[in-house]
């Protein structure tokens, strides 16, 4: 059995990432199923992806991988000073998402434009198609003026499977430099940590310099 330490990034009451690699229980032997492990994500204290299943409370596991590449490939996009991409109002991710829906046109083109638009977004700015089939919550990161919102409504998702999040909605902002600092820093010891121990050497390479060019 590998050795693995807890890892902390940022401060968890502002906002933090804490990750450990474990061994894998399906004994995945590829790169993806060496990134095996534990993530929080905490944002006021709050570990956003906590949930409780069958009464026991669980925190979120999985291959890591999918979240550190998601993150890779979007940083700059969270970062961006370009306003939502459609023409509604709303306070916040949730309901500038929820004012989309109220979109209606006789123009199938227009009609799928517009959706399309909205679900490009959802894809930068959102993890959530990233989940790899694992219970990862929906969870919004948007840049407003110096600060970054994030912004999740969980109250049914995974429903269906008896999955009930801890901390289920919430709208937060937290400083822009510490939200660049902790992801950056966070994704750089993954990386490191990844190449240093993994059996599948050329693939950790090739991972580590494309992810690493990513977030420069």
């Given at each position: 059995?590998?050795?693995?330490?807890?890892?902390?990034?940022?401060?968890?009451?502002?906002?933090?990432?804490?990750?450990?690699?474990?061994?894998?229980?399906?004994?995945?032997?590829?790169?993806?199923?060496?990134?095996?492990?534990?993530?929080e994500?905490?944002?006021?204290?709050?570990?956003?992806?906590?949930?409780?299943?069958?009464?026991?409370?669980?925190?979120?596991?999985?291959?890591?991988?999918?979240?550190?590449?998601?993150?890779?490939e979007?940083?700059?996009?969270?970062?961006?000073?370009?306003?939502?991409?459609?023409?509604?109002?709303?306070?916040h991710?949730?309901e500038?998402l929820?004012?989309?829906?109220?979109?209606?046109?006789?123009?199938?083109?227009?009609?799928?434009?517009w959706?399309?638009t909205?679900?490009?977004?959802?894809?930068?700015?959102?993890?959530?198609?990233?989940?790899?089939?694992?219970?990862?919550?929906d969870?919004?990161?948007?840049?407003?003026n110096?600060?970054?919102?994030?912004?999740?409504?969980?109250?049914?998702?995974?429903?269906?499977?008896?999955?009930?999040?801890?901390?289920?909605?919430?709208?937060?902002?937290?400083?822009?430099?510490?939200f660049?600092?902790?992801?950056?820093?966070?994704?750089e010891?993954?990386?490191?940590?990844l190449?240093?121990?993994?059996?599948?050497?050329?693939?950790?390479?090739?991972?580590?310099?494309?992810?690493?060019?990513?977030?420069?």
């Amino acid at each position: 059995m590998r050795c693995f330490f807890l890892r902390t990034f940022g401060d968890k009451n502002t906002f933090a990432i804490q990750y450990e690699f474990e061994d894998n229980p399906f004994n995945e032997i590829s790169l993806t199923g060496e990134t095996w492990g534990k993530f929080e994500l905490f944002v006021r204290g709050m570990d956003v992806c906590r949930y409780k299943r069958v009464d026991n409370e669980t925190t979120y596991q999985w291959n890591l991988i999918h979240i550190v590449e998601w993150f890779s490939e979007n940083l700059k996009s969270i970062l961006s000073e370009e306003p939502f991409p459609l023409p509604v109002e709303g306070q916040h991710s949730l309901e500038l998402l929820d004012n989309c829906l109220l979109f209606e046109s006789d123009d199938d083109d227009e009609f799928d434009a517009w959706f399309d638009t909205k679900q490009e977004w959802e894809f930068k700015h959102s993890w959530f198609s990233n989940r790899a089939g694992s219970f990862l919550p929906d969870v919004f990161f948007r840049r407003v003026n110096d600060k970054i919102e994030i912004a999740w409504n969980n109250e049914l998702t995974y429903s269906s499977e008896g999955i009930s999040f801890i901390n289920p909605i919430g709208i937060e902002y937290v400083p822009l430099g510490i939200f660049e600092s902790t992801i950056k820093n966070f994704i750089e010891d993954f990386l490191e940590n990844l190449l240093q121990n993994s059996k599948n050497k050329c693939d950790a390479e090739e991972v580590y310099q494309k992810l690493m060019e990513l977030i420069k």
